[in-house]
């Protein structure tokens, strides 16, 4: 929750040769992972102290974010004081949290915010920049390339790159390997975020092998959506992943975040995530340097949700305002 430890305070994962064996015997038993997400999302939830204390760790997992064309200057600048004083001050003190430095996990915007971002926030939260011709993927790779470059220059410590979804589509291991391994290299001492855009990947085998091949192109983390897909972060895709994770730390001894996001709107959806990683990976999981939620409006029901937890009613929406 504190951002005192950034991601560059953890060990990295070192990109490790591609290996097509390993990628060609994936296989994924789609109604095993279908059964275990509905088990998940029909579980009871947490109550009571219980609840309100994982939503308030939800929200050191949050990379706040505002991705849309009419974004400006001031919209961003609200976002990040949002971000760094994400609850109410009387729900704050309500639930003894005065002493407690509560922000989210990191801002995410697009390249020209990060500098009316970096304004506010003064190095005291990571900004995160989407890139790579977000959302689509689809510059000249020289382009691709050089935005990561210019984001990285203008303070951006944590780089969401989209993959090109055709080399999943046909098969292409080897392009988006060396795809992968270039925004690596441009990323420098920035964290890099896959997103695969899973809700176009038609299969979770593809989610599977193009989580693997980014995993072994130096990925720090792995990310379902860019928010623009028809279908964004799902729990089965989610099991998918964290799946892929888990074996990847076992064959490498590597670390890799996960990063839902993409219509992760309410505080029942992260209670899910947080069950999801805790039970499939465990608590190291549960931290800001190997999990995010991607989400622009899951905060606004966060702080709803607590406030009713501290109340015992609901306040009007207008008192939950968007940043
Ligand atoms: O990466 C984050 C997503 O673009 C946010 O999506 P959302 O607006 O559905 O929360």
């Known amino acids: ?16 040769p591609l290996d097509l064996g390993w990628i060609n015997h994936i296989h994924i038993n789609k109604s095993a992972a279908d059964r275990r997400a509905a088990s998940l999302a029909n579980r009871r939830t947490v109550k009571k102290e219980y609840q309100a204390a994982w939503l308030v760790k939800a929200i050191g997992l949050i990379d706040l974010t505002t991705l849309s064309g009419d974004d400006t200057p001031g919209r961003v600048e609200r976002l990040c004081r949002k971000a760094m004083r994400p609850l109410r001050a009387d729900l704050v003190e309500a639930l003894g949290l005065s002493d407690y430095p509560l922000t989210t996990g990191a801002v995410c915007v697009y390249h020209e915010m990060i500098k009316p971002a970096g304004e506010v926030l003064q190095g005291r939260l990571p900004i995160a920049a989407v890139s790579t011709g977000f959302p689509a993927g689809l510059t000249s790779m020289e382009t691709k390339v050089r935005e990561i470059e210019l984001s990285v220059a203008a303070g951006a410590s944590e780089i969401d790159i989209v993959i090109t979804r055709q080399h999943v589509l046909t098969g292409n291991w080897q392009a988006l390997y060396d795809e992968m391994l270039a925004y690596r290299q441009a990323c420098g001492d920035a964290h890099v975020k896959a997103i695969l855009a899973t809700g176009e990947l038609v299969t979770l085998e593809n989610v599977a092998k193009a989580s693997w091949v980014c995993m072994m192109a130096g990925a720090d983390f792995i990310k ?32 890799i975040g996960y990063k839902p996001a993409g219509g992760v709107g309410t505080a ?7 069950t999801l990683m805790k039970e499939e990976l465990g608590n190291e999981w549960l931290e800001p340097h190997l999990f995010r939620i991607g989400a622009s409006s899951l905060l606004t029901d966060i702080e709803r949700q607590l406030e009713h937890y501290v ?3 609901y306040s009007a929406a207008h008192r939950h305002a968007q940043p």
Do not use: C, W
Request: proline share 3%; no cysteine; net charge positive.
């Open 1 to 16: 929750m504190s951002q005192d430890l950034h991601l560059a305070d953890f060990k990295r994962n070192e990109a490790v």
């Open 311 to 313: 109340t015992g009613s």
């Open 224 to 255: 379902t959506s860019t928010g623009k897909e028809p279908v964004n972060a799902t729990i089965p895709v989610s099991l998918t992943m964290v799946r892929a994770i888990r074996d990847y730390h076992e064959q490498t001894g590597f670390k």
């Open 268 to 274: 029942k959806a992260a209670l899910q995530y947080l």
